[in-house]
């Protein structure tokens, strides 16, 4: 597994504090436990266990864009964004860094594996 994509797996571990944050902060919020951690674990799990391909790193993008856009599309990330609950705000704020930082790695790490399989 090569550097960037590591730093995608970090970024999806960020993203997973946030929604920690979010939780401690605003335990009702959440049916038990926040479904978004799963989601994260999973597809992170997915990146490790398929490192040997050069694609690998397309499931952390995935959830990342899925988590932070589908949030903003569905109206759900940007009342998060300006709740009174300043955990809350935090927490999201935190998620959403560490998810774009996963996408953005993510892509990169999946050129740059491309890119060293066709030369």
Known sequence: MNATT??????LAVGVLGLV????????KFPVFPPGIIFIVVLGVLVVATARFWWA???AVLISLWIVFGGLASGQLTPNLV????GTVVGNVVMSIGLLFAAVTGVVAMRQ????RTT
């Open 21 to 28: 944050i979010q939780w401690a902060a605003e335990p009702d």
């Open 113 to 116: 594996r491309w890119q060293a």
């Open 83 to 86: 709740s009174s609950n300043a």
């Open 57 to 59: 790193p397309v499931f």
């Open 6 to 11: 590591r730093l995608s797996l970090y970024g």
